[in-house]
């Protein structure tokens, strides 16, 4: 197994790249937190285990997940993991990205509307 993801960051930083704040935010916040979104992922992914996906769409979409559950809204989380996944990864991956981001935020809305208000 490589190595983690805030290791990376920080030999990044040694080495004298800039990392911005929201970058290292979301490394350890999707490092702190891959479990769950993995398992996020694995049921919504219909018949795609997370581990035999390109590592790429992997990271986007457990980036887009944890931007999701921090307040960004859904729709722009989307659209930013979909351009990410055309752009650095496979014909196919614009559109698994997509329908696996939309149905995880369906869910998310489903949720939120079975909530008691106060």
Request: net charge negative.
């Amino acid at each position: 197994m490589g190595r983690s993801p805030r290791a990376v960051l920080e030999e990044w930083r040694e080495a004298g790249r800039a990392v911005s704040e929201y970058a290292a935010e979301l490394v350890a916040g999707v490092e702190g937190r891959m479990a769950e979104i993995d398992a996020m992922i694995g049921v919504r992914s219909e018949g795609w285990a997370v581990y035999r996906m390109p590592v790429i769409d992997r990271t986007i979409l457990r980036v887009a997940c944890y931007e999701m559950e921090s307040g960004v809204p859904a729709a722009v989380a989307i659209d930013e993991a979909v351009n990410a996944a055309n752009e650095l990864s496979t014909e196919e991956s614009g559109r698994f990205v997509n329908g696996v981001l939309g149905s995880i935020a369906r869910r998310a809305g489903d949720d939120r509307e079975g909530e008691e208000t106060l």
